[in-house]
């Protein structure tokens, strides 16, 4: 019998339901209206979410992507990392705010310079990138 086999030669309806998950990427659907929910504290919260999803089904049929964090915010994240404003970060520290945004497997290869720092722009540029292939309009 098959690991994919209930005990009657069915297909497990637990393993069948995580593969749709993951297929679908409905569990990054879930976080990201969670937490748009929860940041935008919406008075009426069905209202909120059914104006999202409309965004970003809109969004979609343009190929645009719906992102949470704004080029501003990527912006702030790299002065947060660089509050003496010498213009580069460490790799620790670009690592560190990949996790702040909770990115936890990066899609961008970074390349670093010999110095081994990142650059506001090679920073900017790959976070925006890590961002838009989190956004659900991409699937």
């Known amino acids: 019998m098959a690991d994919e086999d209930d005990n009657f030669g069915r297909p497990d309806p637990?393993?069948?339901a995580a593969q749709y998950i993951e297929e679908k990427r409905i569990d990054a659907l879930f976080?990201?209206?969670?937490t748009r929910l929860i940041y935008a504290r919406a008075h009426d919260p069905n209202d909120f979410l059914v104006s999202v999803l409309e965004e970003m089904k809109g969004?979609?049929?343009k190929n645009v992507p719906t992102p949470f964090f704004t080029d501003k915010d990527i912006t702030t994240l790299f002065e947060m990392f660089d509050?003496?404003?010498k213009g580069s970060i460490s790799h620790e520290?670009?690592?560190q705010a990949l996790m702040s945004l909770g990115i936890d497997k990066p899609t961008v290869e970074l390349t670093l310079p010999p110095s081994g720092k990142v650059d506001r722009?090679?920073?900017?540029?790959?976070m925006e990138a890590?961002?838009?292939?989190?956004?659900?309009?991409?699937i």
């Not at 890590?130 to 991409?138: D, G, H, I, P, R």
Request: no cysteine; aromatic share 6%.
């Open 93 to 95: 520290q670009y690592q």
């Open 31 to 34: 976080q990201e209206l969670g």
């Open 130 to 138: 890590e961002v838009k292939a989190l956004s659900m309009t991409n």
């Open 83 to 85: 509050p003496t404003g």
């Open 121 to 126: 722009r090679t920073f900017t540029r790959s």
């Open 59 to 61: 969004n979609k049929k």
């Open 14 to 16: 637990r393993k069948e």
